[in-house]
């Protein structure tokens, strides 16, 4: 899921390159977090899956 999906503030990855983490609110998201999701749209020729965080 691209970085620019999650929203409410500008996410950057750390300095060891294991988390997102938000510039305002601090709040990290790291590889492996559950979350819950939407799927936004299917590309069977590309084989891709996009998604976004469920609202």
């Known amino acids: 899921m ?6 409410g503030d ?12 938000g510039r305002r609110s601090g709040r ?3 590889l492996g977090d559950r979350m819950t999701v ?3 749209r299917i590309d ?3 084989g891709k899956v996009e ?5």
């Open 2 to 7: 691209p970085a620019r999906s999650l929203r």
């Open 10 to 21: 500008y996410y950057v990855l750390n300095d060891k390159g294991s988390a997102l983490v």
């Open 28 to 30: 990290p998201f790291r």
């Open 38 to 40: 939407r799927v936004v």
């Open 44 to 46: 069977k020729l590309r």
């Open 51 to 55: 998604l976004e965080p469920a609202r």
